[in-house]
């Protein structure tokens, strides 16, 4: 949900923090983890 706020709807640090009642700091880490997160997955594809 972090990274279509930031991504696909265009959201500010700011404006996230504020829809999901959390520091910027917060947010900051949810969108490092889920660009981990889809690092990996995108990683692990392999193209048949």
Known sequence: E???AF???GQ???EMS???SS???TIKR???TARARLKDAL???QPA
């Open 7 to 9: 991504y696909f709807e």
């Open 23 to 25: 520091p910027v700091g």
């Open 2 to 4: 972090t990274l279509e």
């Open 12 to 14: 500010s640090l700011k």
């Open 43 to 45: 990683c692990d594809f």
């Open 30 to 32: 949810r969108l490092h």
């Open 18 to 20: 504020d829809r999901f």
